[in-house]
DNA sequence: ATGACTAATAGCATTAGA
């Protein structure tokens, strides 16, 4: 089976982009990211059309997170909880639409888009520091009930030197500050295997390449969409890859799909 | 260089992203 995820900045707008992916590539589950759309704006009868079936947690402008299963190929998806009950760091704001867990044929996908913490240190990266402690919980309880698991979508963190295209440049961004690696780095030392890092152990993988400055065309990108596979998974870790291409391409989003494909036995 | 792009919402710019 393979498994994606995809910060697609964007449902409505990149849904030409998304079409063609899903058509071209046809992951059997696709975590979504950005989607940028309340509930009721989400194009539910296109994705249904691709022969997707979806759950999605949306909200107004930011945010939001949906995960697709190949309904053709039999995929089923039962949703098990939404959310991490972490509340945003604007006073009253609630929590904002960022986690989305599903059971897909017995295997449980998380899907999550971490908070950005840019500008460092203030209350944002805070807030993306106490939440990534109650990601860590939550994984601690999936890790508990002993299924199979995939939990994937946008860090916002880069991990190590050799994740970056320029240590100098992304310095002083939350994205590597010392504080967001190691609550990263915890989750890998509770047992969790970070797939694209497990089979290009020397880095120099992007999944994102920011709009502005050229940085597509200079190549001047950095990695920070992830997919963490439990043990049971990380047995079946058959290769990984990054659909760059669909980061060249008219009206793209500044990440690109990344992928694991799972052995099925 | 608190810049450069892009999307969304509400304007006739602002916020947020990373």
């Known amino acids: 089976m393979k498994i ?11 849904m030409p982009r998304l079409t063609e992916w899903l058509a071209e590539t046809r992951p059997g589950v ?32 930011f945010n939001g997170v949906a995960i697709l299963v190949d309904a053709q190929a039999g995929l089923t998806l039962t949703e098990v909880q939404r959310g991490l009950g972490v509340d945003g760091p604007k006073d009253g704001e609630g929590e ?49 009930e002993e299924v199979p698991a995939v939990v994937t979508g946008d860090f916002n963190v880069i991990p190590e030197d050799s994740d970056t295209w320029s240590v100098k440049a992304m310095q002083d961004d939350a994205l590597m500050q010392p504080e967001s690696r190691a609550a990263y780095a915890r989750m890998l030392g509770d ?14 993988v992007w999944t ?16 920070i969409d992830h997919i963490l596979l439990s043990p ?13 291409d669909h980061r060249g391409r008219e009206k793209a989003s500044d990440h690109a799909p990344v992928w694991v494909k799972l052995r099925g036995d």
Request: hydrophobic letters at 40%; one cysteine or more.
């Open 30 to 61: 696709a975590c979504l990211q950005e989607i940028k759309s309340q509930d009721e704006g989400v194009p539910a009868a296109e994705i249904e059309a691709l022969g997707y079936t979806a759950i999605w947690h949306g909200q107004k402008a």
């Open 208 to 223: 994102y390449w920011d709009y502005q400055a050229g940085a597509w065309q200079r190549d001047h990108g950095f990695r």
């Open 96 to 144: 904002q639409a960022r986690y989305l867990e599903a059971d897909v044929s017995g295997v449980r996908v998380a899907c999550l888009y971490l908070p950005n913490g840019n500008p460092h240190p203030g209350p944002k990266f805070d807030y993306k520091l106490a939440w990534m402690e109650a990601l860590r919980a939550r994984m601690a309880a999936i890790w508990a």
């Open 232 to 244: 049971e998974c990380a047995d079946q870790l058959e290769a990984t890859g990054v659909d760059r």
């Open 191 to 204: 047992g969790w295997c970070d797939a694209v890092r497990t089979l290009n152990p020397r880095g120099g």
């Open 4 to 14: 994606a995820t995809y910060n697609i900045n964007g449902i409505k707008a990149r």
